[in-house]
């Protein structure tokens, strides 16, 4: 049976008489039928049921009714609505009837029939207390009071078993989501566990490599062919490259996989003593560092002055063709007041039309000779701003510089009380 389309309906009343009349009502009469049937084959339509076209079943008793439920259950075809006679001698009343009848089948739909009642209706509701599915309608009534209840409550039951459908489907497609994310989250740290070891394991042989090398560059001294010589140099080159990618390996797990320590964090401090120490590293360089006070943020420090590193890291490597390094740290309120802040140079800068390769594993938009590097800082900084339930991106014209923007949780600008804080001007530079 298609449970969509139930006009299964129960009568259960003590007086024959009454099943007569609702059998008159509900059903359709057979010379109706047959002349839908002519009618449709003369003007080609599909037939239509005449009458209400119920299929209606009879009890004369309250215990005839409850095995006639729990057989259509049963049976897998359930009635949509009951029509229950209140006062049904010798046996079980109404409300007693409806009691057993929602036991079996809690959803069907129940009209109570009454000229009078043995109890007083605030008891019978409070009784019953399920008053979503239950009607009452007083005794004479006529066949249109009975055809449109039939009509209204069928249709609900159908509306009812669709949206329990539907929940059931929605219920089954967010346990397979959660049980998807679930399996997804643990092959990530299957994933980032393999990494982490495979690169580990990885650092000796290529240790191993770069030394012998050497050993083998100073043994062979002067005697070796400048073909030789070369041969070597790459060997040790590449063990170094290749080391490099394996401690950035190594940090990106690191990375992804610890815990947060969230606190205030000064990021006008954190990028004036980094400026300071790549400075002092090159300090004949022309360089005009702006950091914007009060960059406070609510994050991990660690995590946050590694994203800061490599943002200006970046931008002191690929402005160091410039006669005069410009970099400038600050931020800006976004079109919905999110705190947006940004790391810009006056560096090299990159084409647009590759920026969604920036963020992506040791992807790289400049040679190695150009600019050393594995390309592993972005996708650190990318993993560690979402890590913080922020966004990063960038904005560039080739040979015009960059612009590096982020997002954080905000906290307050005023200087938390410790004793370890960087002082607001210390290792600030002049314009």
């Not at 039928?33 to 209606?56: H, I, N, V, Y």
Request: net charge negative; aromatic share 8%.
């Amino acid at each position: 049976m298609n449970t969509l389309q139930n006009r299964h309906i129960l009568l259960v009343d003590d007086m024959p008489s009454i099943h007569e009349d609702f059998r008159k009502i509900l059903t359709a009469r057979p010379a109706a039928r047959d002349l839908d049937d002519l009618e449709a084959t003369l003007f080609g339509q599909a037939a239509s049921p005449s009458g209400d076209g119920f299929e209606l079943d009879s009890a004369y008793q309250g215990h005839e009714g409850v095995a006639k439920v729990e057989a259509s259950v049963q049976a897998g075809r359930p009635y949509a609505m009951a029509f229950v006679d209140m006062r049904m001698p010798p046996g079980w009343d109404g409300v007693e009837t409806i009691e057993r009848l929602w036991r079996i089948d809690p959803q069907v739909q129940i009209v109570i029939c009454t000229a009078y009642s043995d109890y007083p209706w605030e008891e019978v509701l409070a009784r019953l207390d399920v008053q979503d599915r239950l009607l009452i309608v007083k005794k004479p009534f006529d066949m249109i009071e009975v055809s449109q209840l039939a009509r209204t409550l069928t249709a609900k039951w159908e509306l009812t078993r669709q949206a329990t459908l539907q929940m059931s489907s929605l219920e089954e497609a967010v346990q397979n989501l959660t049980a998807t994310e679930a399996a997804l989250r643990q092959s990530n740290k299957e994933l980032e566990a393999f990494a982490y070891a495979v690169s580990h394991d990885l650092r000796t042989p290529l240790s191993i490599m770069n030394a012998f090398s050497n050993l083998l560059a100073k043994e062979l001294g002067g005697h070796a062919s400048k073909r030789v010589l070369h041969y070597l140099s790459r060997i040790q080159a590449s063990a170094v490259v290749g080391a490099q990618l394996i401690d950035d390996l190594l940090s990106l797990a690191q990375v992804s996989r610890a815990e947060l320590c969230m606190e205030p964090v000064d990021l006008s401090a954190i990028s004036r003593q980094l400026m300071g120490e790549y400075r002092s590293v090159v300090p004949q360089r022309e360089a005009s560092i702006t950091v914007q006070d009060g960059l406070w943020v609510h994050g991990d420090q660690r995590l946050i002055r590694i994203a800061m590193q490599h943002l200006l890291d970046n931008a002191w490597k690929f402005a160091s063709l410039r006669t005069h390094t410009e970099i400038e740290v600050g931020r800006l309120d976004g079109a919905d007041g999110e705190a947006v802040f940004f790391v810009r140079d006056n560096g090299s800068g990159f084409d647009m039309a590759y920026a969604g390769k920036l963020f992506g594993t040791f992807q790289r938009l400049h040679a190695v000779h150009e600019f050393p590097g594995t390309g592993a800082g972005l996708v650190t900084v990318s993993r560690i701003v979402g890590r913080h339930g922020g966004r990063v991106w960038a904005d560039s014209k080739l040979g015009e510089g960059a612009t590096f923007y982020f997002t954080l949780p905000s906290a307050s600008r005023q200087r938390p009380p410790s004793e370890n804080h960087i002082d607001p001007q210390e290792n600030r530079s002049a314009p």
